[in-house]
C-alpha cells in the first residue's frame, strides 16, 4: 500500500509579520506605515533620471562601497563599521541571524516593533517579551537577567517614547556578554540635532549595534535601505552571514540613490523639522479632541479617546479613505497608530475626525 505522502512535515511553518495596509486608490490620506509625506531629497531624482539601463547587465558592487562609504562620512565612523541591507528588516534579521545564537531568550519590550517575535520564530531564537512600566517606558533594571541578547527601539514603536541615552548604556553597559540591538528607525524625528542617538556610544561597547533605516526621516521606503553601525568586529560577522545567504542585496540603483540623499544634508533637516512641527501641532488637536497620548519623538502619535473606542475610529476614517493603524492585542487596542503627513494632510484627517469624535 502507498503511503500517503508527507511532504509537509518538513516545512518550516511561521505566522508572518503583518505589514500595514497598502491601499491601492489614489486618493486616499495614508498615515498608517509611518511613511514621509515630502519627496526624496531632488538628487536622488538626478540619479533616476540619469541612470544608464545598460549597467544593469553587470552585477552591483556586493560590499556597496558607495553607500557604505557615504553612510561612514555622514556619521563620522569607519566604513568597515558600517554594514547595509534591503531595508533595515533586511538588516535586523540578518542581525538575529548572526548574533542570537544563544539558548538563553532574547529580550524586548512587549509593546514594541511586532516583526522582533517573528525573526525570532522563524530563526528558532528563545525570546522573552518584558513588560514596559504603565507608562510604557523601559526600566533597565528589568534587563538584568540571563539572556542571550536584547533588541528594542528607540524611539519605541508604536509608543513613540523616547529613552535618554543613559538608559540605553545602562543596558549596554551591564550586558558585556550579549550584542544589544538598538532600532533607531525614528531616532531623526527625536529632535536634538542628533543628539538622542545612542550612536556616540558604539567607541566604547564593542557589543552595540545600532541600526537605521532610509525608509523614514529620508522619505526612501520605496527603495529599500537600512543600515547599521557598530564595532568593526560586529559588522565583519554580520558581512560575513550576509555573504553566506546572498552577496548581492543591494541593487546598483540604490546604492547610487542612497549616496545622492545622503550629500543633502540641508533638504534632509528642512523635511525632519517639518514633521516635527507638524506633529507637535497634531499633538495640540488631538488633546483638543478629547485624546491623549504618548509623548511621541517620532513621527506618528500613539492616542486614545476618552471615549470612542479605536476600533470604531480606524473603521470611521477607513470609509472616509483616511488610513491609520490600528491592532487587535488588548494591550494596545485602545490606541491609534497616527502617521504624520503633511499639514494638508492632517487637516483632512482633523476635519474627519472631529465628525466621528464630535458627531
Ligand atoms: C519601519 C521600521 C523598521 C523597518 O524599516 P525598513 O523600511 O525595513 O527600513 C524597523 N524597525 C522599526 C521599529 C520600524 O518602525
Redesign the pocket.
Known amino acids: 500500500m502507498m503511503l500517503k505522502p508527507d511532504w509537509e512535515r518538513n516545512v518550516r511553518r511561521v505566522e508572518p509579520y503583518i505589514p500595514g495596509e497598502q491601499p491601492k486608490e489614489r486618493n486616499v490620506v495614508k498615515l498608517n506605515t509611518?511613511e514621509n509625506p515630502y519627496p526624496p531629497a531632488p538628487a536622488v531624482q538626478e540619479i533616476l533620471s540619469g541612470f544608464d539601463c545598460d549597467e544593469l547587465r553587470l552585477y552591483p558592487d556586493p560590499d556597496s562601497a558607495v553607500l557604505v562609504n557615504a553612510i561612514a562620512e555622514f556619521y563620522g565612523v569607519k566604513p568597515s563599521q558600517v554594514f547595509v541591507g534591503v531595508?533595515?528588516?533586511d538588516v535586523?534579521s540578518m542581525a538575529f541571524m548572526t548574533f542570537f545564537n544563544s539558548g538563553s531568550p532574547l529580550l524586548f519590550p512587549d509593546i514594541t516593533?511586532s516583526f522582533y517575535d517573528v525573526w525570532a520564530e522563524v530563526y528558532r531564537i528563545p525570546y522573552q517579551r518584558i513588560p514596559l512600566r504603565s507608562d510604557y517606558t523601559i526600566d533597565p533594571e528589568d534587563y538584568l537577567i540571563e539572556n542571550g541578547g536584547i533588541i528594542f527601539?528607540n524611539p519605541n514603536?508604536p509608543t513613540g517614547i523616547l529613552e535618554s541615552t543613559d538608559t540605553v548604556e545602562q543596558i549596554v553597559s551591564s550586558n558585556p556578554d550579549s550584542v544589544v540591538i538598538v532600532?533607531e528607525?525614528?531616532i531623526d524625528f527625536a529632535g536634538d540635532s542628533g543628539k538622542a542617538s545612542c550612536l556616540p556610544l558604539i567607541e566604547k561597547y564593542d557589543n552595540l549595534l545600532v541600526v537605521q533605516?532610509f525608509?523614514?526621516s529620508r522619505s526612501m521606503?520605496g527603495i529599500?535601505i537600512?543600515y547599521a553601525i557598530g564595532s568593526e568586529k560586529l559588522i565583519k560577522y554580520m558581512n560575513d552571514v550576509k555573504f553566506s545567504v546572498n552577496s548581492y542585496t543591494m541593487n546598483r540603483i540604490t546604492q547610487l540613490c542612497g549616496a545622492a540623499a545622503l550629500s543633502d544634508r540641508e533638504y534632509f533637516t528642512e523635511t525632519v523639522d517639518k514633521i516635527i512641527v507638524t506633529r507637535e501641532l497634531a499633538k495640540k488637536r488631538l488633546a483638543e479632541l478629547g485624546f491623549t497620548f504618548t509623548d511621541s519623538r517620532s513621527n506618528f502619535i500613539f492616542a486614545e479617546h476618552r471615549s470612542v473606542p479605536a476600533e470604531n475610529i480606524f473603521k470611521a476614517l477607513k470609509e472616509k479613505s483616511i488610513f491609520v493603524r490600528w491592532w487587535s492585542d488588548p494591550k494596545i487596542s485602545s490606541r491609534l497608530r497616527i502617521t504624520v503627513g503633511t499639514p494638508e494632510e492632517m487637516d483632512r484627517f482633523f476635519a474627519a475626525l472631529e465628525e466621528i469624535v464630535n458627531g
Do not use: E, I, Q, V
Request: glycine share 12%; net charge neutral; proline share 6%.
Open positions: 509611518n531595508g533595515s528588516d535586523l516593533y527601539p514603536a532600532d528607525a525614528y533605516t525608509s523614514k521606503a529599500r537600512g
